[in-house]
Structure formats: structure tokens, C-alpha cells
């Protein structure tokens, strides 16, 4: 498991919501972020075993509460399984928190009325399987991870030419190259 806090980790295998919605929920970010560790202490305490390597993962940083992707990753180990969930459902980070808290506390439900195997088995989908291979930007648009602005575009130029779909190439292609284009100058920025 290979999370960081800022920017956000993003789990390979959750597809991005295309959509946000506001949401209804009524809580602040440090309310949110209280409701998870509590969600998630209460979990570990209720299942009897560990839960470690808690990474709060978003794009929240020091005097940006209100980052243009709201969303977030909760990742950590429990009972020897590397999980993360995920949600940017909502347009706002401390509303993606809470339904992550309200996630946690559905699993909790499933302990008090079901059984640790069915906990085990729902966890099956949170799985924090690792980035497949190849696919940091740099891998993508062929370049060394210090590549300036410049080289970035140069690359994005030359790779758009070969694999754009009206030039015969693929739309999960250029799809690829695009959001490496995309990740590499955010990190510029």
C-alpha cells in the first residue's frame, strides 16, 4: 500500500465520479475526519482485530480546505488486508468523508448481524490493489519524472499524433495519455 496523504491516492480500480452532487449531509471537515477515526476505532474494536496504516489520502493541504477535486481515499490494513475506500460522490471533501464514515459504520452493522466471514467477503471490493505497472505519467507520456512543462507538452504532442483515435489509434489510449498529461502538469503547478 503505497498512499500518501496529499495529493490525493486515488485506488486504480474505482472508476472517478463523471458527477458530484452537494449532498445533504451537515458536518464540517474536522467533524468528518472525527467520524471516521471514530467510525474506524469502533470497527477495529468491534471485529477484534487490528486495524493500522491509516492514510487519509485527499487534496486538502494547509490554506486549501476547498480543493477543485474533492474527493477522498481512506486506506488501511485490517486483519492483514490492504483496503481503501473510496468516494468523490459529493462537492465537497468533508462530504465525501462522512459517506466514507457512514460506509465504515455499514460494515459495523454487517458485524453485529452478520458474521466476520460476510465482513470479510463485502472487503473483497475495497481491496488496495496496487497501481498496475506502467501507468505513474511519466511511464505513460515517456518521459523522466522531472520533466519540465515543456517536455511534458513535447511528449503529450508527439503521443496524441501517434494514437489519437481519428489517426487510427484508441480511445483507451489517448484516454490514458490525456489524464497523464493532465496529473503531470497539476504536479508542475
Known amino acids: 500500500m503505497n498512499a500518501t496523504a496529499f495529493p490525493l491516492s486515488w485506488p486504480a480500480t474505482i472508476p472517478r465520479s463523471q458527477e458530484r452532487e452537494k449532498g445533504k449531509f451537515q458536518t464540517t471537515l474536522a467533524g468528518a ?15 477484534g482485530k487490528d486495524l493500522t496504516n491509516i492514510v487519509i ?14 474527493g477522498v481515499a481512506v486506506w488501511f ?3 492483514g488486508l490492504g483496503l481503501c475506500i473510496p468516494v468523490d460522490r459529493y462537492s465537497s471533501v468533508e462530504g465525501n468523508l462522512q459517506a466514507i464514515h ?13 458474521t466476520l466471514a460476510l465482513v470479510r467477503a463485502t472487503f473483497q471490493g475495497f481491496k488496495a490493489l496496487p497501481k ?7 511511464h505513460v507520456l515517456g518521459v523522466k519524472s522531472t520533466a519540465t512543462a515543456v517536455e511534458i507538452d513535447a511528449a503529450y ?10 489517426k487510427g489509434g484508441s480511445t483507451e489510449k489517448m484516454s490514458a495519455i490525456n489524464a497523464a498529461r493532465e496529473a503531470a502538469l497539476k504536479e508542475r503547478q
Open 33 to 47: 475526519l472525527k467520524n471516521v477515526d471514530t467510525s474506524l476505532q469502533r470497527f477495529a474494536n468491534d471485529s
Open 57 to 70: 489520502s485527499s487534496n486538502v493541504t494547509l490554506g486549501v480546505q476547498r480543493p477543485e477535486d474533492p
Open 77 to 79: 490494513t485490517w486483519d
Open 102 to 114: 457512514h460506509i465504515i459504520e455499514a460494515r459495523r452493522v454487517e458485524l453485529r448481524h452478520g
Open 132 to 138: 498496475p505497472a506502467g501507468t505513474d505519467w511519466w
Open 157 to 166: 504532442k508527439r503521443l496524441a499524433s501517434q494514437h489519437h483515435p481519428d
